[in-house]
């Protein structure tokens, strides 16, 4: 048996469960569910919250999850990934006022920036020499520049028409991201065998759409 953690609900939910039933395997209504035994394959879905998934799956709570590579990495545990899956592409960037001047990166030193994602920022600006006060916030990034909190910020982008109605600029893509599939270090053997079947089908998914 496999335990397989997905988004209870958000933007992953529905391309989650959709590929789970484009590889074949049938389940029971998941409305208003914690979890759902899957009726025709050793699988067992969990709903949660997404930055809960990549501690689970480390922890081997869950054996399998899927989850943004942004979660991922921010939460510490990029070796996790088995595969990329090719949907809820976005990237992490940062965005200034559109008035202001950004000649280069090294405008930011010193300066405060708002962000849900400290730990990959940081690692940014490291690499190109940068020190900046990093904001922690857990939502509404992108309103911390007009209401004085921070100079910049450093959010996820996909269209951009969240950053263009808060009067932003993108000026840097920081990271790059798509949802994954990720797996706990100990599997055991029969749950490899496992992993390797659904690898299999989500690999004649992707292929079958191309
Ligand atoms: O409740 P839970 O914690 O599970 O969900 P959540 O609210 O933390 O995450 P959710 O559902 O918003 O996003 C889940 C994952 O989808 C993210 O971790 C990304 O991997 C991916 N994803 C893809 C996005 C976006 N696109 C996206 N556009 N996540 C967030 N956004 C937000 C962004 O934060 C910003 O507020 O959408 C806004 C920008 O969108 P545009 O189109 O205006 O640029
Ligand atoms: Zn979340």
């Known amino acids: 048996m496999l335990r397989l953690a997905i988004q209870k609900s958000g933007r992953l ?15 029971l209504s ?16 969990l709903f949660l919250r997404d930055d809960d998934i990549p501690g689970y799956v480390k ?16 939460a510490g545990y990029p070796n996790l990934e088995v595969e990329t899956l090719g949907f809820s592409k976005c990237r ?18 010193g300066k405060n920036i708002a ?8 690692r940014y600006l490291a690499e190109h020499g940068v020190q900046a006060n990093l904001h922690t916030i857990s939502g509404s990034v992108e309103i911390a520049p007009s209401i004085g ?9 996909s269209s951009g028409s969240t950053l263009l109605g808060n009067g932003l600029r993108e000026v840097e893509t920081v990271f790059r991201s798509e949802a994954v599939l990720i797996a706990q270090p100990n599997l055991t053997a029969e749950q490899t065998d496992l992993l390797e079947q659904l690898l299999f089908r989500m690999q004649a998914v992707r292929r079958a759409k191309r």
């Not at 998941?30 to 879905?45: Q, R, V, W």
């Not at 922890?59 to 921010?74: H, M, R, S």
Request: hydrophobic share 45%; proline share 5%; glycine share 6%.
């Open 30 to 45: 998941t409305s208003y569910k914690l979890k759902t035994e899957a009726t025709n394959f050793p699988l067992e879905i």
């Open 92 to 109: 992490l960037s940062l965005a200034v006022p559109r008035a202001d001047a950004y000649p280069s990166i090294e405008v930011l030193q």
């Open 13 to 27: 939910s529905e391309d989650s469960l959709a590929l789970i039933r484009e590889c074949g395997i049938n389940f």
């Open 115 to 122: 962000t849900s994602y400290p730990n990959i920022l940081g």
């Open 149 to 157: 909190l921070a100079e910049a910020i450093c959010d996820i982008v």
């Open 59 to 74: 922890d081997g709570v869950a054996d399998l999850g899927i989850v943004g590579q942004n979660v991922l990495v921010e």
